[in-house]
């Protein structure tokens, strides 16, 4: 397991995601976040934390309604 398959499988997939979305790439994302995280002492890791939330959340809404046995 090298070092990117790590932080996507524990870091939520944030940045990829966005990345995808936004077509750029992914470590220029991350870098965003880890700088900005320095200059403001730390308040983009409570965007990042928001932004997990609701990508899981969209999950397993999804997940939830393609069951079979779903009224």
Sequence with gaps: ??????????AF????RLGE??????SSIRLFFIYSSFLTFGSPV???L?????MNF??????RNNTLWYY
């Design 1 to 10: 397991m090298n070092m990117q398959d790590f932080l996507e499988k524990y």
């Design 58 to 63: 969209r999950k397993h809404l999804r997940r």
């Design 46 to 48: 409570i965007i990042y």
């Design 13 to 16: 997939g944030v940045c990829t």
């Design 21 to 26: 979305k936004l077509r750029i790439p992914t």
């Design 50 to 54: 928001g932004l997990a939330f609701i």
